[in-house]
């Protein structure tokens, strides 16, 4: 959700009429707001495939205390998850007390709760108090029973992600990213990370934006769930692991510093403390178990979200290098495929 942007004035509201009609019935039915048609909006930076809105309206007190999130769904990003299931997903966990409640929808969004927690940044990931947190919520969120068929999708959604990167960029995009080389690797992935795997319900997304902190209670909130779904738990702790190296709220959001990827005992810590937050305390054996498959997981993230930036780029106008990104995780996976894999 991100740092604010100014106001913007009535004048240059970019919400749409449906949206706004919402909005004014629903303050309507608040007795402390002064003017229903008097909403403030602010523009949330660091979203880079939704454009988020926070809404206020001064209360007869004339404070700005009524306060509501808008997200517009970015153009065409639809190509990489269901719409349906993610605000099904939404209302679930909604329902679990894991987030936000859904407030509204309209044609190309929707109104949710606005939490009055932090957003967290680039810095909190690597707070140990604050990843100790994260770690325990997100066994909390893994442990969910979601409706749904509980198997992976994984695979298959990296495989047609890969065919829409294919079909989208242009032969030349398609020989730089050495696109008609994916398929096997994908397959090699799912070959030898397939056995023992403990299955979980992954948010698939782990970035610092997705992650909310309430300062008093420092209960932790996790975000945003369009990618999520049923995947190996190793595969969201390799993701999150992943997202360390990246800030997103710099004059260079693209760029990654893979110096900054969680050392040895900042991820032995983290998945201690994951595995023992349901009670059972762990051993050396589990962590060390647990933290070679993350490991070897990071390359299936490093796939994922270099094929979403080449996806991207072509379908979405957010202004963010969305290619550069996706080249600089295609790199990093050819880099450490041989030390993480073997190079058979």
């Excluded at 929808?105 to 927690?117: L, P, Q, V, Y």
């Excluded at 959604?157 to 989208?168: E, F, Y």
């Excluded at 008093?216 to 999520?228: C, G, L, N, V």
Aim: net charge negative.
């Amino acid at each position: 959700m991100g740092a604010v942007d100014s106001p913007k004035t009535n004048k240059e509201n970019p919400l749409p009429a449906e949206a706004k009609k919402i909005l004014q019935s629903m303050a309507s039915k608040w007795s402390n707001v002064a003017d229903p048609d008097a909403l403030q909006v602010i523009r949330l930076k660091g979203a880079m495939t939704n454009e988020v809105y926070q809404i206020k309206w001064p209360t007869k007190a004339g404070e700005m205390s009524r306060k509501v999130l808008v997200r517009i769904y970015g153009e065409g990003v639809d190509v990489f998850f269901n719409r349906e299931d993610e605000i099904r997903t939404f209302e679930c966990m909604s329902k679990h007390g894991q987030g936000p409640r859904l407030l509204g929808r309209f044609s190309n969004g929707r109104i949710e709760e606005f939490i009055r927690a932090r957003t967290l940044s680039a810095a909190d990931l690597r707070d140990p108090d604050v990843s100790a947190l994260i770690a325990a919520k997100l066994r909390e969120f893994h442990d969910l029973d979601m409706p749904g068929p509980k198997i992976i999708k994984l695979w298959d959604r990296l495989r047609d992600w890969l065919n829409t990167a294919k079909r989208l960029c242009s032969q030349e995009e398609a020989e730089a990213f050495c696109l008609n080389a994916l398929g096997e690797e994908i397959s090699e992935l799912e070959r030898k990370l397939s056995s023992n795997q403990c299955i979980g319900f992954c948010h698939n997304d782990l970035q610092y934006g997705n992650i909310m902190i309430d300062e008093q209670t420092k209960s932790i909130t996790i975000i945003d769930y369009e990618y999520s779904s049923y995947n190996p738990v190793a595969f969201d702790i390799a993701n999150h692991f992943c997202e360390m190296v990246a800030d997103y709220h710099t004059e260079t959001p693209h760029l990654l510093d893979y110096n900054q990827y969680p050392g040895l005992e900042e991820r032995q810590r983290f998945i201690r403390i994951y595995l023992s937050s349901s009670g059972c305390q762990s051993s050396d054996c589990e962590v060390e178990q647990l933290l070679e498959v993350v490991e070897k997981y990071t390359l299936a993230s490093h796939l994922w979200w270099g094929l979403w930036g080449i996806i991207s780029k072509h379908v979405n106008e957010i202004d963010f290098d969305y290619l550069e990104y996706g080249r600089q995780r295609f790199h990093r996976f050819w880099q450490k495929k041989p030390e993480l894999l073997g190079s058979s």
